[in-house]
């Protein structure tokens, strides 16, 4: 009986293995989507010239992102993006699961214009024994910014 209950820490120890691995596992590949999800947000805006010049409409530009966002399986729940607030100038109008904002920046003597555009994209953690431990940690945001378009005035 002493030689068939030995293996109980054993296998307790590759089971926890496996768990933490497949945590990792899954973390991993949702960052991977939401990194890929915001260079993609940010490849399509700056190709939309930063919102400067009207060439792209707003709802070509979701439609190009949802299409995006459908093909890698990217999701985010709009609980995420809260944490978006439009009092601050984040706008959520082009998609679910993420926003932006457009930043206008002039120098001293406002004869330069400076504009781009901030993303937020989200990785969403749900991993029911993670949940339980840290229950106020439900996602990480990844952040990222085109390039700025500089306007002479």
Known sequence: MKESS???????????????????????INYSKAFKMKSRIVDVIQASENFTDKKVTDAEIAANIKNYADSIGYSASTEFTKTCDS????????????????????????SVTTTYVAVKTFVSIDIPIFNKLFPNIRYF?????????IKVN
């Open 87 to 110: 009092s601050l100038g984040w706008k959520t109008d082009l998609g679910e699961g993420w926003c932006y904002k457009v930043i206008t920046k002039q120098n001293k003597n406002e």
């Open 141 to 149: 945001q990844v952040d990222g910014s085109t390039k700025a378009t």
């Open 6 to 28: 030995g293996g109980i820490p054993a296998l307790t120890l590759v089971f926890a293995f496996i768990i933490i691995i497949s945590g990792y596992l899954a973390f991993s």
